[in-house]
Structures are given as structure tokens and as C-alpha cells.
């Protein structure tokens, strides 16, 4: 079972709506941007005794350019009080094809996610910390999935500065 799915449901809301606004609403949402290392940006919010703290980042390229879609980005996400330290999922920017796979590639590994509405989620917590590390040695990750309206679409990810975003994260959010 993922991660998210045996959080709080109120923690899960709130935590899916941050993240969920990144990056253009983040501020609004109270959550501040606490650095930025290569094309990461650690962000942070606190609700009471609530912590979240997030490295996210943009694609350099998404194919099909043209293709019509919110705000894309690769997260690694931490909620300290709930003991989760490095989730990673994506957010796609538009419905993913129901029962269809998502798949995470860095180098010659390839990692299947599994979708819900926009985003994409690692279902196994040792596949998980697998990814982790190879997105720390990688030099770009790429994401592929299939819309709802069947447009397959993939989004490549620099990784340049995550392993100091990572560092950063566990850190801020220990």
C-alpha cells in the first residue's frame, strides 16, 4: 500500500492540495521556498505541529510539446510526524488513462508507478528507496504515461541538484 493511502485523511488532503499547487500557488498555500539547488526547489509548510516539506522540479522537455496540460513536476515529498521521509511521485498535469501504467526510467532502469487522477505514485516502499538511488547517480529521469483522451505523453527531468535537494530535505524535514 502506498504510503499516502495509510496517512491521516486529513493530513492526505491537506498534503495532496500543497503539493498539488506547486509551485504557482505554493506561497498562497503558506508553503515558502527554503532553497533552490540546481533545477530543485526545497519548499516547506507547517500546520500546528504539521511539517511537509518538499524538493520539486519542472521538466526540461515534454513531449508532446503541444499537448495541452496543468503544471507538470517530479516531487519527492516528507511528512516527518507520519514518519514518511522520501515519496516520490508526479504530477502529470492532466487525468491518466484508468488502469493504465506510468513508468519512471533513469539510466537503463525503468520503475512502473501507479496512477491516481493526475499524479503518479510508487507502490512498494523497496522499489521506492531503489528509485531514490537511482535518481541520485542519474543525469535525467523520464516519465511515461497515457491521458484519459489517449495522448501518450513523456516529460524528461533534469537531476541536476537533487542529491543536494535530497540532502537539504532530510534535514529540514528530519
Known amino acids: 500500500m502506498p504510503i499516502i493511502d495509510r496517512m491521516n485523511p486529513t493530513r492526505r488532503t491537506a498534503a495532496l492540495l500543497a503539493v498539488a499547487l506547486l509551485p504557482s500557488v505554493a506561497w498562497a498555500q503558506g508553503a515558502t521556498v527554503a532553497g533552490t539547488f540546481g533545477g530543485w526547489s526545497l519548499y516547506t509548510s507547517q500546520a500546528g505541529a504539521a511539517k511537509i ?4 522540479a519542472p521538466p526540461s522537455k515534454k513531449e508532446p510539446a503541444n499537448a495541452d496540460r496543468a503544471t507538470t513536476l517530479l516531487y519527492v515529498s ?5 514518519g514518511i521521509r522520501s515519496e516520490v511521485s508526479v504530477k502529470l498535469g492532466y487525468p491518466i488513462k484508468a488502469a493504465s501504467d506510468v ?7 525503468t520503475f512502473k508507478l ?9 507502490a512498494d516502499a523497496t522499489e521506492e528507496l531503489k528509485l531514490i538511488e ?6 535525467t529521469a523520464s ?7 489517449g495522448t501518450s505523453t513523456t516529460d524528461t527531468y533534469p537531476l541536476s541538484g537533487l542529491s543536494q535537494a ?3 530535505l532530510a534535514t529540514t524535514c528530519p
Open 166 to 168: 535530497l540532502q537539504a
Open 103 to 109: 513508468s519512471l526510467s533513469v539510466g537503463k532502469e
Open 78 to 82: 516528507a511528512w516527518p510526524k507520519d
Open 134 to 139: 537511482a535518481l541520485k547517480k542519474g543525469a
Open 143 to 149: 516519465v511515461a504515461a497515457t491521458s484519459e483522451r
Open 53 to 56: 516539506c518538499f524538493v520539486a
Open 114 to 122: 501507479f496512477p491516481k487522477d493526475e499524479r503518479a505514485y510508487v
